[in-house]
């Protein structure tokens, strides 16, 4: 099986053909390359710059208006929060400083009582041992009465006619 290989003359001549194509495709884009430019150097552009200033100084002017009715919204809305904030801050600051005036006099009382009913550690220390002198002291008068009754029942005597 022989394989059909094309000719140099036949590749040739496709090779010219494609060549030719190629040229008529670049000669028809420089026409239309051309015409282009010659269009557009005919086109004449007149610029009316009184025209377009007006139209920057209308445009200058709307926005100039938003700015002044946005200036003031805003400055309104801001008065009205000033006032309301004023309103409660100036009820909020008396509460504040009212309520620290009555927690700071509590404090001192509470403090002026506590320092007032303290006692030292010497004079804690004389009232325990008394204490315990007098409880030992009660317990020996007990004890005395429970050994002698007749005692106990002579001071009891005693002790309801005074």
């Not at 390359?33 to 710059?49: A, F, G, P, Q």
């Not at 220390?125 to 009754?149: D, G, M, Y």
């Amino acid at each position: 099986m022989a394989k059909n290989q094309p000719k140099l003359t036949d590749m040739t001549e496709l090779l010219l053909q494609q060549v030719i194509q190629l040229e008529q495709t670049i000669k028809q884009s420089e026409k239309t390359h051309l015409d282009t430019i010659k269009e557009l150097s005919n086109i004449k552009i007149t610029v009316n710059v009184a025209e377009l200033q007006k139209i920057e100084k209308e445009q200058r002017q709307r926005l100039q208006n938003d700015f002044e009715q946005f200036h003031r919204e805003i400055t309104k809305n801001n008065e009205k929060l000033l006032k309301l904030h004023k309103a409660v801050s100036s009820k909020k600051l008396l509460y504040l400083i009212v309520l620290n005036i009555f927690l700071l006099l509590t404090t001192g009382f509470s403090m002026y009582i506590a320092i007032k009913n303290t006692i030292d550690k010497s004079q804690y220390e004389r009232l325990t041992n008394e204490k315990k002198q007098l409880i030992n002291q009660l317990a020996n008068v007990n004890q005395f009465f429970i050994e002698n009754p007749k005692i106990s029942k002579t001071f009891q005597d005693w002790n309801q006619k005074q």
